[in-house]
């Protein structure tokens, strides 16, 4: 059988055909090391395969090299794929009654990485050419991923925080994957391990250096930074939410900018964390230039690189391995505390939070590393800090560990749960 002839139903998400062994396209991003396939090629010739592999239309393995193996070991010709068309994904909701496999945890994160990419492009296409978002832009697209593999969102961050751990250390969590992937531990269990895991380091951090906590509550930016003094805050380090996460990036960098540097003193300093994109990049620049921004002088664009980024990107762009940090000194702020000499480049290199480094809670989630050099290098002990867009509490807690006064709010419920979860108190 050709790949044409293939029966798929194209206007059915997934279907499970099989399809020829030496037809598949195994790619190179699937790690060499297989473990025991001949107990698995047993398993699978004892009681079939459970969980076909999953590949796209043009036979490129997504998930599964491992159970492919056992199948080439057992010399089989053919296998059960299940195959996804990221188009029929784009053109229409999911409908609910759809007919689907379920999914392993190791696959739905594999699926997510193959499809992820390709849905934030076709909503930023969307986006520059004027057209208003679709229930795929944005925010939805993890949403939309999540349908599609059968769970919620929080179950496939929670997936995803699980398979990066076992990747980046599969000698602490290679069984743990293992186990989810079999249904002996659930996705819910297994992160809940990793996350006690990372609580305990990060209590242990805290006795050694924290002076003080970490302090969040949930509110809106402009409300909390209308609470505040003029010129009483030492340092605004905050990570708001990017072009792609909001409708109007204008009206929104309006609505919060020019109150939240009202609110520094002319010692203090600014970090602000900006999205990878011309238009956020002009739209802040203006607005810093005709705005309270003027009191800070011209900004230093700062930025954060990394290089763990995930899955394929559409071959006429490159891969968004930054952020940039708009940078801003008040007219009398002090020297840059840099210890180091060899820590004062503007640009820095961080590798982006996933479990290989410390546990995912948020989606754009900070470095704390990161945080903890700009924190030293912009204030000193008797400083103030907030975030009017604290998301699970990085900053903070960064703050706390390096013994600064903080304060930060976020809008989210469930965002607010996560910064708790990580070791910050709820502000009343
Ligand atoms: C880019 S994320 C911050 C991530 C954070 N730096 C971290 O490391 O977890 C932006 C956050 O801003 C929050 N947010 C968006 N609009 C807000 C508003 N008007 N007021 C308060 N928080 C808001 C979102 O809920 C989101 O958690």
């Not at 997510?112 to 050419?129: C, D, G, S």
Request: aromatic share 6%; proline share 4%; hydrophobic share 35%.
């Amino acid at each position: 059988m050709t790949e044409m002839e293939v029966e798929v139903e194209l206007d059915t998400e997934i279907v499970t055909p099989k399809i020829p062994i030496d037809k598949i396209n195994i790619g190179k991003r699937f790690r060499e090391e297989l473990g025991d396939i001949k107990a698995l090629a047993e398993s699978i010739r004892d009681v079939g395969l459970i969980h076909p592999i999953v590949v796209d239309i043009n036979n490129q393995l997504i998930a599964g090299r491992r159970r492919l193996a056992a199948f080439e070991h057992l010399e089989r010709k053919e296998i059960p794929v299940t195959i996804i068309n990221i188009e029929d994904i784009q053109k229409a909701e999911i409908a609910e009654n759809v007919e689907r496999k379920d999914f392993i945890c190791s696959e739905m994160v594999a699926v997510k990485r193959y499809l992820e990419p390709e849905l934030v492009a076709t909503a930023e296409e969307r986006m520059k050419e004027g057209k208003p978002s679709s229930k795929l832009d944005k925010g939805r697209t993890d949403e939309k991923i999540a349908k599609y593999v059968g769970v919620g969102k929080t179950t496939l961050r929670k997936a995803e925080t699980i398979v990066e751990a076992a990747e980046d250390d599969p000698e602490k969590w290679g069984e743990l994957i293992d186990e989810v992937d079999s249904d002996e531990t659930s996705i819910n269990a297994a992160f809940k391990k990793i996350q006690a895991q990372d609580r305990a380091e990060a209590k242990a951090a805290l006795a050694r250096t924290g002076k003080t906590k970490a302090h969040i509550k949930k509110q809106d930016c402009k409300e909390f930074l209308n609470e505040l003094d003029d010129k009483s805050v030492d340092l605004l380090l905050t990570d708001p939410p990017y072009y792609t996460d909001i409708d109007d990036i204008e009206s929104f960098v309006d609505s919060w900018l020019d109150l939240a540097l009202s609110k520094i003193k002319d010692t203090g300093q600014a970090y602000i964390f900006i999205g990878a994109y011309a238009k956020e990049l002009k739209t802040y620049l203006n607005a810093l230039e005709n705005g309270e921004g003027k009191r800070f002088g011209e900004p230093q664009i700062l930025v954060w690189t990394y290089k763990n980024t995930i899955g394929p990107k559409p071959k006429t762009q490159y891969k968004r391995n930054w952020n940039a940090i708009l940078y801003l000194r008040g007219p009398k702020a002090p020297d840059l505390n840099c210890i180091e000499l060899v820590e004062q480049y503007s640009v820095q290199e961080f590798s982006a939070p996933d479990a290989r480094h410390e546990v995912k809670y948020h989606k754009w989630q900070k470095p704390i590393d990161l945080a903890k050099r700009l924190i030293t290098q912009g204030s000193d002990e008797a400083s103030f800090i907030i975030d009017p867009f604290a998301g699970s509490g990085t900053f903070l807690l960064a703050s706390s560990e390096l013994g600064r006064k903080n304060l930060g709010v976020d809008e989210d419920d469930e965002v607010i749960k996560k910064a708790v979860e990580r070791g910050c108190m709820i502000d009343n």
